[in-house]
């Protein structure tokens, strides 16, 4: 017998068989061979590659109280997390103090005190916010893997940056969060790593890179720099460069050179920046990862080099 085809909606991930019903399939249709159970009450189609919000929305449409959270959400938010909560894809979910708490296979259920503007939702997902799934992080993390999190949702990138990029929250909004929930677990740690986090960090490299610098005593980068050509004509300058970090008062930038510059197209353009910084009249410090391992990073003497040479003196 051919099987009657499921509406396009729910053939895109996973789908709650509340979601079957309120798009009249029937339940027989639902217990086809050509869809996996992956949890009850929740069908998928062996066919499908979903990913994201797509694979999760049915945890959440399961009810109106469940909603994604701590290391659910912050992967929709596109939030670095440290390898070992990335291994782990159990799912997240949470409803709110009072109810009862999630329980099902592959998922961790939270009873969360969740203020009204602590939800949202996201591609058909409901999930914690950017500010209050950092808040919820704290729990978890590091307060370093706190900052480079807080880092990645506060970064933005104005229209003079070859790809601009707008914040997920404010620094403003991640304190706010602390001070609405001054009795939450890890919120000491939170307030600590919310003192550090700084707009314009794109990858946890870059994060990491600053805060060795920094407890090495050198002066903080500063970020979101942009390096102009020189105007002849005594203007602001065409936008030439963007370093991930920068010293502009020794016009020393820094690069942070990840997996991606080993191609031959990335080092030749690489090697073309460089040569546009030195036109420019700034060193270019170019740092990859083995220059932020081990307990005496070579990325601090790298860079301390750089200043002195540039005439910086350690008070």
């Not at 950092?134 to 790809?163: N, Q, R």
């Not at 020794?250 to 036109?279: P, S, V």
Request: with cysteine.
């Amino acid at each position: 017998m051919r099987r009657a085809p499921l509406p396009l909606h729910l053939t895109t991930g996973s789908f709650s068989l509340r979601a079957a019903d309120n798009a009249g399939v029937t339940r027989t249709r639902t217990a086809a061979q050509d869809l996996v159970t992956v949890s009850r009450g929740i069908r998928v189609p062996t066919d499908s590659a979903a990913a994201g919000a797509a694979a999760l929305r049915a945890y959440t449409d399961l009810d109106d109280e469940s909603i994604l959270s701590l290391g659910s959400a912050a992967r929709l938010w596109n939030t670095p997390l440290p390898g070992w909560l990335e291994a782990d894809w159990r799912i997240h979910l949470a409803r709110r103090r009072g109810r009862s708490t999630p329980r099902r296979v592959n998922v961790v259920g939270h009873q969360l005190a969740l203020r009204p503007d602590e939800v949202t939702e996201f591609d058909g997902v409901r999930l914690t916010s950017p500010a209050r799934t950092w808040l919820d992080l704290a729990s978890v993390l590091s307060a370093d893997d706190l900052v480079v999190a807080g880092d990645s949702l506060v970064c933005e990138h104005g229209p003079e940056f070859p790809f601009p990029r707008a914040a997920l929250c404010s620094v403003e909004e991640l304190r706010a969060m602390l001070e609405r929930h001054a009795g939450s677990r890890g919120v000491r740690k939170a307030r600590a790593a919310a003192e550090l986090i700084r707009v314009g960090s794109d990858s946890p490299p870059e994060t990491r890179l600053r805060l060795v610098l920094v407890r090495a005593g050198l002066p903080e980068p500063i970020l979101n720099h942009v390096i102009r050509a020189r105007d002849p004509r005594g203007g602001t300058g065409t936008p030439v460069l963007w370093p991930d970090a920068a010293y502009p008062q020794w016009r020393i930038a820094l690069q942070y050179e990840g997996a991606h510059h080993n191609g031959e197209d990335q080092y030749l353009w690489d090697i073309g920046r460089a040569d546009t910084a030195t036109r420019c009249g700034w060193l270019e410090v170019r740092l990859s990862r083995l220059d932020l391992d081990g307990e005496h990073p070579a990325a601090v003497r790298k860079v301390r080099n750089a200043l002195a040479g540039r005439g910086w003196r350690a008070s």
